[in-house]
């Protein structure tokens, strides 16, 4: 059985949801599935006043147990193009992981939201990707099997990168299920590949 870790940070909690999202997909797979988040990194009045959502129940990573996964999905919101300061901040302390080669050949893959739908997501995906790669991971995306991404009835998330999401100007748009249903399908997938891998 794969053992996956769903990484995460959310501000607001849309990547939670997809978090979530990605997790029953790979547990759907026979996957052991562990959801952690990454600490916060701005002060507590700061993150008060901009009405984060600070009760998340997903409990804090360390670097160390990166090694101990088969797989690892990294979710992050979209920051200019590019992933949030706190994920940023969280991968740039796996020097000793990358140095010792200990996340060499393990299955990788990332997810995100933007405010628009325009607002950087598979930059931000590739800023993700680029770090997996860095560290040796095999990396699953979204493919076009998921036909959810296709879709222009609605607006909707969704790349072969990776399952995104998009939360509105003022974040009070939820993730879709057309949204986490493509989450699931990335979640599936990265757990059937880590499966074969160890096989």
Do not use: C
């Amino acid at each position: 059985m794969p053992k996956l870790l769903v990484l995460y940070y959310s501000s607001y909690g849309h990547i939670q949801a997809m978090a979530q999202a990605v997790a029953e997909g790979a547990r759907s797979a026979g996957a052991a599935v562990d959801i952690k988040r990454v600490p916060e990194t701005v002060p507590d009045e700061v993150a008060n006043a901009a009405h984060f959502k600070l009760d998340q129940t997903a409990p804090i990573a360390t670097v160390e147990e990166l090694a101990d996964y088969d797989a690892i999905i990294v979710g992050t919101p979209t920051r200019y193009g590019r992933m949030s300061s706190q994920m940023a901040s969280f991968l740039d302390q796996t020097g000793g992981l990358w140095r010792r080669g200990a996340l060499n050949g393990k299955i990788g893959g990332a997810f995100t939201s933007s405010g628009t739908q325009h607002g950087g997501q598979e930059m931000t995906l590739f800023s993700v990707i680029t770090n997996l790669l860095h560290f040796g991971m095999v990396i699953v995306g979204l493919p076009y099997s998921f036909q959810g991404q296709m879709r222009v009835d609605e607006v909707t998330g969704g790349s072969p990168y990776g399952a995104t999401t998009i939360s509105g100007g003022d974040g009070t748009r939820q993730p879709t299920e057309n949204e986490l249903a493509g989450a699931r399908v990335q979640g599936e997938l990265i757990a059937q590949t880590a499966r074969k891998q160890l096989a």
